[in-house]
């Protein structure tokens, strides 16, 4: 073709490379419309990760403060024990303490009983000890 006319070399070089890019394209065209589905394929697993990962830090946010209000609770669930176990022990001393005086009380009844007769001779013993006073007086002097 060359030597026949420099127009028809180029045709034979345009066809010859239409020929070659046809053959290509037969090859490549297939695994483009592939690459096109495994890249939509690809975007749609993106953006269910990143849903994943926005739900995944939801929940990690959720179990921190569930953890915090655990820790509060905790805290306020060993304060109360603490309490309740220095009341335990205020409320034995003061059981002690009462069984220890139970005995007290029957005395005191019995004193009292014994004030009681003690008041009522009182006026006599006082007039008594005057007039002891007043004898013993002149042998004083």
Known sequence: AKKASLAAEGL???????VMYHEASKIVKP?????KVQEAKLAKAV???EAAEAELQRVNNDVAVLDQRLQE?????????ANAQSMKKRM???NRLLHGLSGENERWTEDA???ASRRLR??????L????????GPFNS
């Open 129 to 136: 000890a005057c007039a002891f006073v007043s004898y013993c």
């Open 47 to 49: 953006s269910e990760l």
């Open 113 to 115: 009983k014994n004030f």
């Open 92 to 94: 034995e001393a003061a």
């Open 31 to 35: 695994r483009m419309n592939n690459l």
């Open 73 to 81: 609770a905790i805290e306020r669930k060993n304060s109360i024990e």
């Open 12 to 18: 034979c070089k345009f066809v010859g490379a239409m």
């Open 122 to 127: 009182l006026v006599g013993d006082v007039a």
